[in-house]
């Protein structure tokens, strides 16, 4: 049986009824795991990306190469679809041409590009700019067109930053713009109020994103109200990014101060445990399969039984 392109099971899905919610990872263990919490797609997010590999803040550090390896390492881990953090393009329309064509090589079933000038920064950060429509529009135009080319099925999510910086109306009349030339999605980052959030999705004749970040400029809403706005996508952009930080901190100072113990064993995976997350039991099977009887018998002791 030919396996679906997640591209288009991720296009497949949107059309459903029903809000789909995408949440963000920032590698390929964060990936997995949502993966196995039942999450049907995955979010790659250029604000955790940035602090696993940099330890540092969403401002426009890390190179398109970094971003699509880690597009690359994500796609592999999981069987879901993963919708990519393209940030603005990495330059102008004509980088953004290669930027496409490394995302859909790499596995992504779509990508968002932004109108911040560069180095861009999060979107709930201050201190944003944005470019002139016109710009962005070529941008988008060349996204929309290299997608054609190489996988029609590809989704192409327009970001707009400029609610920050030129008001709610002017970022209302840019993703009204962008439907036009023909986006997929639309996403108008860290509106500040419900009432933005229906108007948005009442005026804008597209599919729209919402980002909802603890600590963020967006109110926090409930799925159900989410899709009762008119919200198709809820992204958690960075929850497993701050529960993995905050989980790691807390059990680490109590390593530092009591030593290992079992006391907080129930805030872990074990061993064998953490091995059903990796998947070893695939590479067991790919030994059973390949590798010589003697070998398996030399390295474990035990011929071709389980490893673990």
């Known amino acids: ?5 997640r591209s288009t099971a991720l296009r497949r899905r949107l059309a459903e009824p029903g ?13 997995r795991i949502c993966e196995m919490a039942g999450f049907e797609a995955v979010f790659h997010s250029g604000y955790g990306t940035a602090a696993s590999r940099l330890c540092m ?6 190179s398109l190469t970094e971003m699509a390896a ?26 953004v041409v290669r930027t496409v064509e490394e995302y859909v090589t790499s596995g992504a079933a779509g990508l968002f590009i932004e109108d911040q000038a560069m180095p861009k920064r999060c979107g709930h950060m201050s201190g944003k700019s944005v470019i002139p429509w016109p710009e962005m529009d070529g ?17 192409i999510m327009c970001r707009i930053d400029s609610l920050a910086v030129n008001g709610f109306d002017d970022a209302l009349g840019r993703a009204k713009s962008a439907v036009g030339t023909g986006a997929d999605l639309i996403f108008i980052e860290a509106l500040e109020t419900t009432d933005q959030m229906r108007q948005a999705c009442s005026e804008v004749k597209a599919p729209m994103m919402l980002n909802l970040i603890e600590g963020g400029r967006t109110p926090l ?22 529960a993995a930080a905050r989980g790691m901190y807390d059990i680490m100072r109590r390593v530092r101060t009591e030593g290992v113990s079992l006391n907080y064993k129930d805030r872990l995976f074990d061993f064998k445990e953490f091995a059903e997350i990796v998947r070893l039991d695939k590479i067991e099977e790919m030994e059973r399969r390949y590798l010589p009887e003697e070998d398996l018998s030399e390295r474990y002791g035990g011929g071709r039984n389980r490893i673990v």
Not at 70 to 77: E, Q
């Open 1 to 5: 049986m030919k396996t679906e392109k």
């Open 19 to 31: 809000i789909l919610t995408v949440p963000g990872v920032y590698d390929s263990l964060s990936a």
């Open 57 to 62: 803040p969403d401002v426009g550090l890390l």
């Open 70 to 95: 880690s597009v690359r390492s994500i796609s592999r881990a999981v069987g879901i679809p993963v919708l990519s953090d393209a940030d603005n393009g990495f330059g102008n329309a004509v980088n």
């Open 139 to 155: 941008k988008l135009r060349a996204a929309l067109e290299t997608r054609d080319e190489l996988d029609p099925d590809f989704l």
């Open 221 to 242: 809403v409930s799925y159900d109200e989410a899709e009762e706005m008119g919200f198709r996508l809820v992204v958690p952009a960075l929850t497993a990014l701050y």
